[in-house]
Structures are given as C-alpha cells and as structure tokens.
C-alpha cells in the first residue's frame, strides 16, 4: 500500500544517490541560473534581504501546505547533527513536528535526508535543524549567514524550475532573494538531478516552498501514487 506522504521525487536508494563521486559532480555539474558576467557566479539579483535574514518570515506555517516528501543531500557530519547522539535530536525532531524524518545510513559521503509532512512543517523542520549543522553551529542563532540547500528531484521535474531560457529560476531568486542552480545531468546511476539553493536560511526555505508549490501540479498529475 503506498504511502499516505506523496512524494515529490520518485524515490531512490540512498546507497545510490550517494555514490563515490558525488562530491565532485555537485562542484561542476550546472546548468547556469543566470547569463554569465551578471554578479557573482552569475548571481545577477541584489541580495536585498539577506543582510537580515532572521528579519522576515517563513512563508508556510506549520500544518499548511500540500503532503509532500522531500529529500535533502547532506555531508556525514551534518546528518550526525541531526540525529543526535544516541538519535536524541531526530527523535526530538519526530516528535515536535510529527514528521516522517529519516537519515539513512550510507557508504558514501554524504546522505539524504528525507522528510514527509505538509509544505509548512517540511519548511519549519529545515529552519530548525539547518542552523544546529555542524557545519553551521559556529555561527550563533541570529540566521545571518548562508547555507547551501541541495535537494533531490526527478529529472523530469527539473525543467519546470529552470523555465525556458531559465525565466523561472530568475522569478524565483527574484521572489525569495535565493540563489538557484540545477544540476544539468542526473546523479550518478540515478534519474534524480539536484536542484541548489544558497543565501540565507529563510529566503532560501521559502525559495524551496515556491518550487515546491509550482510544481504541484505537475507532481500530482504525473507522480503521486495514491492509495488504491
């Protein structure tokens, strides 16, 4: 029986997804977000409300939203900043948002980390365990720093976020402030490309929110196994 979380990528073993070579496929495999000599990486859009991302608000509130699964690649010493110790902080996790959160085990470099609840709870349960990262503790608690965001989706799916000539990708950096990449090919033996967000956290989770709301539609009509 399927599921009662649709997923919004059709799912694959973590094994897989997380393959030696990874690594050094997320550092060059891109599709460009934006024409070069625009800005940095040729991130042409001002950064206007970064300078004070802990001031504005997660778009989705916990409970709102469609059903979804998403999936996130992480490096190994961040999956164990949200387990925990002895899994504490998953648990912990689990049971504030009531999520289906999961970080399987891996042989690889990485992991994926896996969450199923409503568009609102997915993004609450990000702000929460994105700052605690290892690899972005140091930085305090005011969300004033970058984070980088890579999550995993269909290859057929990938097209709907970049747009012809890449005008969704410009609409939503220019919605959210986010910077976006996609992956121009798909994860070693996968057929799931990743889609990066970078900036600072809340911009980049409403980004995420965005993607996932205009995909919707596709995802339901193409995707989503339901319950028979």
Known sequence: MASDIPSFDIPINPS???????????STRWDQSAPPGTGENGQGT????????????????RGQGHNLELRVLL???????IIGRGGTN????????KAQIQVPESNGPERVLSIGSNLGTVCE??????PKMEEYCSNGTDLN???????????????????????KIKELRAQTTANI????????????RVVQLTG??????????NIMEMLEGDIVSRYIIREK
């Open 125 to 130: 349960v990000l702000l929460d365990v994105f």
């Open 16 to 26: 897989i997804a997380l393959a030696p070579g990874v690594d050094g496929y997320r």
């Open 200 to 209: 600072r956290p809340k911009p980049v989770i409403n980004c995420l929110g």
């Open 145 to 167: 720093f970058d984070i980088d965001l890579r999550m995993l989706m269909h290859q057929n799916l990938a097209g709907g976020v970049i747009g012809k000539g890449g005008c």
């Open 75 to 81: 490096g190994n010493r961040n999956a164990g900043s």
């Open 181 to 192: 990449k996609v992956y121009s090919v798909c994860a070693p033996q996968s057929t799931d």
């Open 46 to 61: 001002k950064r206007g409300l970064d300078g004070a991302g802990g001031d504005i608000d997660l778009k989705r509130q």
């Open 90 to 97: 998953l648990s912990r996790l689990r049971q504030e948002y």
